[in-house]
C-alpha cells in the first residue's frame, strides 16, 4: 500500500501564481485533510473532507480552495499565492471520525511551497 | 490561538536519559490525546494515544500521563536512543485534531 501520495515535494512559485497540490490516498478512507507547518506553529488545519462532495474549513482557510470529487483523492489549489503561504503542507487522511481511538490520522510525506 | 500549548520547543538528552514533553489544554470536549512522532522530511506518524479515563499508558520506552484535573499531559521517553531524534507533537480532539506547536528531541550519542 502506498498510503497517503502528495505530489510535488517541492515547488516555487511567484506572488500571484496559483497551483495545486495533489492528495491521494489508497486505504479507502472517508476522512482527508490538509495542515500546513510552520516554525513554532505545529500543524494547523487548512480544510478537511469527511467524505466525497463533503469539505469543511479549518482554522486557516483563507487563499486555499478544496474539492473533494472522488474518495481517494483531495487537491488543494492556491489561487493567487502570496509569500505568507510559504509552509509545508501536509495530507492526512483516516477511516472515522478524525482523531477518535480507533482511527488514527495517516500523513503524506508533505510537499514544501516557496513563494517569491 | 493553540488549543494546545506544548513545552518545551527543543530538548537535548543524552543517550540513555529520560525526555519530558509537557502539554496544557482548555478545551474539556477533548476526548482523545495522541502524539505524533515526525523525522525531517517525512510525515508525522502516530506514536502513542491516550483517552482521558486513563492516567497513564505505556508502549515500551514511550509513556504518557495524563491529569484530567489539571487538563495536563506528558510524554515521557525513557532510556532515550540517538534514533528517538525528531519532532514530536501532543494532540487532542473533539471531532478535530488540534496540534501542538512541537518539542524537537536531539538525543547526544
Known amino acids: 500500500n502506498a498510503g497517503v501520495t502528495q505530489t510535488p515535494k517541492f515547488q516555487v512559485l511567484k506572488t500571484g501564481q496559483s497551483m495545486t497540490l495533489q492528495c491521494a490516498q489508497d486505504?479507502?478512507?472517508?476522512?482527508m485533510s490538509w495542515y500546513r507547518q510552520d516554525p513554532g506553529m505545529g500543524l494547523r488545519l487548512i480544510h478537511y473532507?469527511?467524505?466525497?462532495?463533503?469539505?469543511d474549513q479549518g482554522e486557516v482557510p483563507n487563499g486555499y480552495n478544496v474539492s473533494r470529487s472522488t474518495t481517494e483523492d483531495f487537491p488543494l489549489r492556491l489561487l493567487s499565492a502570496a509569500p505568507s503561504q510559504t509552509s509545508v503542507y501536509f495530507c492526512?487522511?483516516?477511516?472515522?471520525?478524525?482523531?477518535?481511538?480507533?482511527?488514527?490520522?495517516?500523513f503524506g510525506n508533505g510537499t514544501r511551497l516557496t513563494v517569491t | 490561538q493553540q488549543q494546545v500549548k506544548q513545552s518545551p520547543q527543543s530538548l537535548i538528552v543524552q543517550k540513555g536519559g529520560i525526555s519530558i514533553i509537557n502539554c496544557a489544554y482548555e478545551?474539556?470536549?477533548?476526548?482523545?490525546f495522541p502524539w505524533y512522532q515526525q523525522f525531517p522530511g517525512k510525515g508525522p506518524a502516530l506514536l502513542i494515544a491516550?483517552?482521558?479515563?486513563?492516567s497513564e499508558k505505556k508502549e515500551g520506552r514511550f509513556t504518557i500521563s495524563f491529569n484530567k484535573s489539571a487538563k495536563q499531559f506528558s510524554l515521557h521517553i525513557m532510556d532515550s536512543q540517538p534514533g528517538d531524534s525528531a519532532t514530536y507533537f501532543c494532540?487532542?480532539?473533539?471531532?478535530?485534531?488540534?496540534f501542538g506547536a512541537g518539542t524537537t528531541v536531539t538525543v547526544r550519542a
Open positions: 492526512a487522511s483516516s477511516q472515522g471520525r478524525v482523531g477518535s481511538y480507533n482511527s488514527p490520522l495517516h
Open positions: 486505504m479507502n478512507h472517508e476522512y
Open positions: 473532507s469527511v467524505g466525497a462532495g463533503i469539505t
Open positions: 478545551n474539556t470536549a477533548f476526548d482523545y
Open positions: 491516550i483517552r482521558p479515563d486513563v
Open positions: 494532540a487532542a480532539s473533539d471531532y478535530k485534531l488540534s
